[in-house]
């Protein structure tokens, strides 16, 4: 079988396959025109995000047996048509559902403890201990929406703090020893801290706007390591100028798209994205959550084991 990689992965992808007996080839460069005039030579594909596998690109791939996606979501590619195509879709959230649940809960505690806005002030030489003094977890409840593999890492590291983690979930019974499922209405009435864990869909498109957090009956903090989409940012903002949202960890971010640093580029910064720059209870990382040393060999390795157990030649 013929798989054609076209973005750069843990070396381990391609060697592994190679002895696996797979005929493994590398374009990283042409152009999505110029992978179409050719996929209908081979029999896998391996990508991460760097186009859109659409119908179009789709109806060229006559000999595709499978798309293995090295990252956890597949909004990139559309899935029932590929299905129907008889294509199998492989992920990976297996791969860096660790590194994310490190990451929230890191963007959490450096929000509760202030952590970078004592380090710019002290690297000021401003010494500022009661300006800030912190938060504790301990005694908080942890609302967490979307209880897959990344919610689940998240509420793992939990167990090391008296938390109570609740879960609300499209999929029935998901809660576990971790966690606790229970209602939309009666995560927004306990929750002091909300994290998103949610693949991008159309039910999470938006999800997080101003009726949404004014549902809320506390003051809470938000941390989204999962899909910018789902968050209104002109909603966040006005939240956390009003003080319904106390701080926010972003590590993703609805402006995202391949050319995301023209929004710094060109100076056309979103008002909303200025504000977020600007405030000192917001923590912003790009889109690195999953993205450890140690995920970039897993991820590789989840898609490799999965490709030998459904098309080993």
Request: proline share 2%.
């Amino acid at each position: 079988m013929k798989i054609l990689h076209l973005d750069s992965n843990h070396p381990l992808l391609i060697q592994q396959l190679n002895d696996l007996g797979f005929a493994n080839y590398e374009d990283y460069t042409s152009s999505k025109s110029e992978v179409e005039a050719k996929i209908q030579n081979y029999d896998g594909l391996i990508i991460r995000s760097r186009f859109k596998i659409d119908k179009l690109f789709l109806d060229k791939c006559t000999n595709l047996k499978f798309i293995g996606r090295v990252g956890a979501g597949l909004e990139n590619i559309n899935c029932d048509y590929a299905e129907s195509k008889g294509i199998k879709l492989i992920a990976a959230p297996e791969g860096n559902r660790n590194a994310v649940g490190e990451h929230s809960l890191g963007l959490l505690l450096s929000l509760f403890n202030k952590l970078n806005k004592a380090d710019n002030e002290v690297r000021q030489g401003k010494w500022l201990r009661e300006d800030n003094r912190g938060l504790e977890l301990d005694g908080k409840t942890v609302g967490l929406i979307g209880y897959g593999n990344m919610g689940k890492s998240f509420a793992k590291k939990l167990r090391g703090f008296d938390v109570n983690v609740l879960c609300c979930d499209i999929k029935p019974n998901v809660g576990d020893d971790n966690c606790t499922q229970v209602s939309l209405q009666e995560l927004q009435n306990k929750s002091d801290v909300l994290s998103l864990h949610t693949p991008q869909t159309e039910l999470t498109k938006n999800m997080i706007n101003k009726e949404f957090i004014n549902n809320f009956k506390k003051d809470f903090w938000l941390i989204n390591t999962a899909r910018g989409t789902s968050v209104v940012t002109q909603d966040l903002v006005t939240g956390l100028k009003s003080g319904k949202i106390l701080g926010a960890g972003l590590d993703v971010l609805e402006y995202e798209k391949s050319s995301f640093e023209n929004l710094f580029s060109n100076n056309n910064i979103p008002e909303a994205f200025n504000y977020l720059i600007q405030s000192e209870n917001v923590i912003l990382t790009p889109h690195i959550a999953g993205w450890t040393i140690e995920s970039n060999q897993k991820l590789a390795q989840t898609i490799v084991n999965k490709i030998k157990i459904n098309f080993k030649p």
